[in-house]
Each structure stands twice: as structure tokens, then as C-alpha cells.
């Protein structure tokens, strides 16, 4: 007995349905989304034409000027400390919980005066080859290393880019590496962001991370590469998402240390299921095991609470903190070393111990971050990235970047270190970088995983380009 017409004509229609279904989420999808953003100036005066930009590569030295590190000991000499609570409650003498550490401060304090050597970073930060070009109205600085610079042969161009309270500093180690590697031909390029270290700040508004995306992409474009791998942390990856999202036939290879979800109404689910009911809704075994105890809302929520003052501070008056950090080199000291320390050491609680984490970093390494915001003056600059990226997010205006995934052809590395401020679940992370070609735990390492465990992070940038 065969089917009567109108089963058979409904028949048809869910058939003809499940194709054009199954054409839209196997094709469809697979289409890279198409991103735009304005193109922005952020230099004095009006945009110039753009025949008449200025498209030169400029050698750059970093600069010594010893009246700079006079006047930085004289007034570390003159900081004026408030009086500690030690003798009233000698509970905190040893601890963090008020902020930073006094004693370590006062370490710090003796290390600027009498140890730490300005002129003598500077002379080893020019053994790198220093540049700057202008983009969009700005001189942005890099440093180039260029394994076997004369070969033809097939060279990977690898775009590294810091985040804050960090410099390109953080990976000059990892550069070092790939230079004397054994094989591999490599142009690496370390920028400064807009507004951070060497390069110039941006004199108006709107420098949030997609513009600096364009920014970075014009520069990789200057010097002759089409096609590139961006590794980032921090705001690095932010910008680097973004890269990938707006220039896919650009960049080859993305490999970031935080993941930047763009959460739905069904994550939002997920994680609430995982966070109060198990986490194992949410988790695969291996992440489990990664994670031990530290998938839990109150934990996490009371760690956002307590951490999470100076990106509040930031996304809406960077101003105002900024008169005193520039004003104060000691103080500049505390608030980015704060940072450096809670950020590389989330598994304790960290209140139980001086300053736990920054003993993975020389004195030297910490204070030479510290000098180069200070020296430049860009503290306050660098943290109004804070405030650009919460105006655009509550402007709507981005809305597709902010949320869309990348385009699904670009490849994606996740390395995650131990004590990286934010886990985000593979699966969350997979709705936004439908390509990960690779998720990686380590053990131990934080927020400035390339300087804090350099050849681990070496590795994981070699491992990824192998795949590619
Ligand atoms: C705590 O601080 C006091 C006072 O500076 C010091 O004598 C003591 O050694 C410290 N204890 C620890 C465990 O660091
Ligand atoms: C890179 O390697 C070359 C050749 O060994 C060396 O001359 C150069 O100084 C190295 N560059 C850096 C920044 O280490």
C-alpha cells in the first residue's frame, strides 16, 4: 500500500526542508562572516590624503636620559608612605590583603635607589632593531628580529602583541629563541600598542582593540607580509581575535593565552548548570583534571571581586588615577607589580602570602616594565584601552565583532597556563573559534606566561606553526 498524496507531498517538503537545512548549517556556516570597521585618525591635525602618507620605516634607538633617572630616584627617595597598619594589626604585616605589600615596597623602594640599572636595560633593549612608522596619524614603535634576513626561502612572519600592564618587553625572550633556533627562517614583529611604551598616544578618542587590529594589520602590511601569524596576550588577544576576525586571508594562525569568549544566553546556562550543579556538564575529563577546584561561582565571583577594581577603575575614569601614577614612580611601581603578582599566581589564596608570584620574575624584569611606563609617561594612555573598549561594547556600534566568531578558516591555538586570570571551557571557547587546531595546558605559568616561562611558550608557538 503505497503512501496516499498528501503524506507524499509532505514527504517532498520535509525532505526538500532537512537539504536546504542541511545546505545552511554545513555551507552557510563554513562561510567566513564578514567584518568592517571605520577607518579611524587618531594623529593631530586633519587625516592627509592618502597618497600623501607617510609610509617610511624609521630606525629607532631607545632613548637614555639620565636627568629622566635622577629625577625618578629623587622623588622615590621622597615618597611619602602612609603609616601601615602593622602595629595595630600584625596579622597583615606579612600579607597582601589591603593591596600591595608594604614591605615589598619598601624592597622596591631600596632596589630603585641603589640597584636597578636604567642605562644598562636601555643599552641591552639596543642590541633588538627598533623601528617606527606612522599609521593612522600615530608613530607605532616595533622590533623586528629577522632570522637569515638574506634567504629567499619561506619565511614565517610572527606578529606578537602585549597587553596591560605589559610591554613588548614580554617577548623579547621568546624573539631571542626563534632567532638562534636551528631551523626555521622567521621575521618577527614586536609592536608597542598605541598609547604604550614607545609609541605615540592616540590624541583622540576611540583607540578600542578593533581599531587597534587595523593598526597592526597596516603595519604587517608595510613590512611586505600578506600573510602572518598572530600570537597575543592579555589585550593581545583581543586585538589578535579581531585581526582574525577582519583580515582572514591574512592571518594564517592565531595563538592566544586568554580566551575572549563572546557568551550567549545558552552559555550563560552552561556555565550556571556547571558552577552549581557539576561542572562535569560542561567539562571533557582532561579540562577537569586541569581545572581541580577552581570551577566554582562563589570562589570565582568573590576572586572577580577582589581583583577586578582596577578594570572598573579604568573602563570609566583612567584620568584620575592617572595624575598620580604619573606622578609617583614608587606608586606607578605598586599598582603594575600588584598586578604582575596576583596574575601569576590564582591558585592560593593569594592573601596568605607577600606578593605571591612575583618571586617567578627577576626584580629587574618587573622593574624594567615598570620604567618604560614611567620613562614614556603612558601610564594613563595604556589604561584608557579600558575605557575605549567598554564605550565602543556599550555603544552597540560593534556589536557583530564583538560577539561573532572568527571566521572559521583561520586556525587556533589555545595555550592555557595554570594561573591564567580566566578559563574559559572548550566548548564556549569553540562557538567563537571554530578552528582550534590545538589546546594546551601547562601546569604552571600565569598571565605573562612568554616572559614568566619563556621556552615552554617558545614551544607552544613552534608546536602551532608546525601545523599550519
Ligand atoms: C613577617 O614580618 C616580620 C616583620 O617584618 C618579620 O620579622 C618576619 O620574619 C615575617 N615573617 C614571615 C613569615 O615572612
Ligand atoms: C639574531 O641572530 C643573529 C645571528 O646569530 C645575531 O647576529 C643577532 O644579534 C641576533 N639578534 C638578536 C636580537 O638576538
Known amino acids: 500500500m503505497g503512501l496516499s498524496r498528501l503524506n507524499r507531498v509532505i514527504a517532498v517538503c520535509i525532505l526538500i526542508a532537512a537539504i536546504i537545512y542541511g545546505w545552511k548549517t554545513l555551507f552557510e556556516a563554513r562561510r567566513p562572516p564578514c567584518y568592517s570597521i571605520d577607518v579611524k585618525y587618531f594623529g593631530s591635525g586633519?587625516?592627509?590624503?592618502?597618497?600623501?602618507?607617510?609610509?617610511?620605516?624609521?630606525?629607532?634607538?631607545?632613548?637614555?636620559?639620565?636627568?629622566?633617572?635622577?629625577?625618578?630616584?629623587?622623588?622615590?627617595?621622597?615618597?611619602?608612605?602612609?603609616?601601615?597598619?602593622?602595629?595595630?594589626?600584625?596579622?597583615?604585616?606579612?600579607?597582601?590583603?589591603?593591596?600591595?605589600?608594604?614591605?615589598?615596597?619598601?624592597?622596591?623602594?631600596?632596589?630603585?635607589?641603589?640597584?636597578?640599572?636604567?642605562?644598562?636595560?636601555?643599552?641591552?633593549?639596543?642590541?633588538?632593531?627598533?623601528?617606527?612608522?606612522?599609521?593612522?596619524?600615530?608613530?607605532?614603535?616595533?622590533?623586528?628580529?629577522?632570522?637569515?634576513?638574506?634567504?629567499?626561502?619561506?619565511?614565517?612572519?610572527?606578529?606578537?602583541?602585549?597587553?596591560?600592564?605589559?610591554?613588548?618587553?614580554?617577548?623579547?625572550?621568546?624573539?631571542?629563541?626563534?632567532?638562534?633556533?636551528?631551523?626555521?627562517?622567521?621575521?618577527?614583529?614586536?609592536?608597542?600598542?598605541p598609547g604604550y611604551g614607545y609609541s605615540d598616544a592616540p590624541l583622540r578618542g576611540g583607540m578600542n582593540p578593533p581599531q587597534m587590529a587595523r593598526i597592526m594589520q597596516n603595519l604587517m602590511q608595510r613590512l611586505g607580509h600578506s600573510s602572518y601569524v598572530v600570537c597575543g596576550g592579555d589585550w593581545g588577544s583581543f586585538?589578535?581575535?579581531?585581526?582574525a576576525q577582519l583580515y582572514p586571508g591574512h592571518v594564517r594562525g592565531l595563538l592566544i593565552t586568554l580566551v575572549t569568549p563572546?557568551?550567549?544566553?545558552?552559555?550563560?546556562?552552561?556555565?550556571?548548570?556547571?558552577?552549581?550543579?557539576?561542572?562535569?556538564?560542561?567539562?571533557?575529563?582532561?579540562?577537569?583534571?586541569?581545572?581541580?577546584?577552581?570551577?566554582?561561582?562563589?570562589?570565582?565571583?568573590?576572586?572577580?571581586?577582589?581583583?577586578?577594581?582596577?578594570?572598573?577603575?579604568?573602563?570609566?575614569r583612567p584620568d584620575t588615577i592617572g595624575?598620580?601614577?604619573?606622578?609617583?614612580?614608587?606608586?606607578?611601581?605598586?599598582?603594575?607589580?600588584?598586578?604582575?603578582?596576583?596574575?601569576?599566581?590564582?591558585?592560593?589564596?593569594?592573601?596568605?602570602?607577600?606578593?605571591?608570584?612575583?618571586?617567578?620574575?627577576t626584580l629587574d624584569q618587573l622593574l624594567s616594565n615598570v620604567m618604560l611606563y614611567w620613562t614614556t609617561g603612558t601610564i594613563t594612555s595604556s589604561m584608557r584601552l579600558y575605557y575605549e573598549h567598554i564605550t565602543s561594547l556599550a555603544s552597540g556600534y560593534d556589536d557583530k565583532l564583538y560577539y561573532g566568531p572568527l571566521a572559521a578558516s583561520v586556525p587556533v591555538a589555545i595555550a592555557n597556563y595554570r594561573n591564567e586570570l580566566l578559563y574559559v571551557p572548550r566548548?564556549?571557547?569553540?562557538?567563537?573559534?571554530?578552528?582550534?587546531?590545538?589546546?594546551?595546558?601547562?601546569?604552571?605559568?600565569?598571565?605573562?606566561?612568554?616572559?614568566?616561562?619563556?621556552?615552554e611558550y617558545y614551544r607552544d608557538v613552534e608546536n602551532f606553526l608546525s601545523r599550519l
Open 262 to 316: 563572546a557568551l550567549t544566553a545558552k552559555h550563560y546556562v552552561q556555565l550556571g548548570l556547571a558552577h552549581f550543579l557539576t561542572p562535569t556538564i560542561l567539562l571533557d575529563f582532561d579540562e577537569q583534571d586541569f581545572l581541580d577546584e577552581r570551577f566554582n561561582a562563589k570562589k570565582y565571583l568573590e576572586f572577580l571581586w577582589k581583583e577586578g577594581g582596577y578594570f572598573h577603575l579604568q573602563a570609566t
Open 46 to 193: 586633519v587625516s592627509p590624503s592618502t597618497d600623501a602618507e607617510d609610509l617610511s620605516i624609521k630606525p629607532f634607538q631607545v632613548p637614555f636620559d639620565r636627568s629622566q633617572v635622577d629625577d625618578m630616584i629623587s622623588r622615590v627617595r621622597n615618597t611619602r608612605f602612609y603609616e601601615p597598619q602593622i602595629a595595630v594589626d600584625n596579622r597583615h604585616v606579612n600579607k597582601s590583603s589591603y593591596g600591595f605589600n608594604r614591605q615589598t615596597a619598601e624592597s622596591v623602594r631600596e632596589y630603585l635607589i641603589n640597584t636597578f640599572d636604567w642605562k644598562k636595560t636601555v643599552q641591552e633593549l639596543n642590541t633588538f632593531s627598533h623601528f617606527k612608522t606612522n599609521i593612522a596619524g600615530l608613530d607605532i614603535h616595533f622590533v623586528r628580529v629577522r632570522k637569515n634576513a638574506q634567504t629567499n626561502k619561506k619565511r614565517d612572519a610572527i606578529l606578537f602583541l602585549h597587553g596591560w600592564p605589559g610591554s613588548f618587553l614580554e617577548y623579547l625572550d621568546v624573539a631571542r629563541q626563534f632567532n638562534s633556533s636551528t631551523t626555521g627562517n622567521y621575521d618577527i614583529i614586536i609592536p608597542s600598542l
Open 323 to 361: 595624575y598620580a601614577l604619573n606622578d609617583s614612580p614608587l606608586g606607578l611601581a605598586a599598582y603594575i607589580l600588584e598586578k604582575w603578582s596576583r596574575w601569576s599566581n590564582t591558585q592560593h589564596d593569594v592573601d596568605q602570602s607577600i606578593n605571591s608570584g612575583l618571586g617567578r620574575f
Open 427 to 455: 566548548t564556549i571557547a569553540r562557538a567563537r573559534y571554530p578552528n582550534i587546531k590545538l589546546w594546551l595546558y601547562h601546569a604552571s605559568g600565569g598571565h605573562f606566561a612568554s616572559i614568566e616561562q619563556p621556552q
Open 239 to 243: 586585538i589578535g581575535t579581531h585581526m
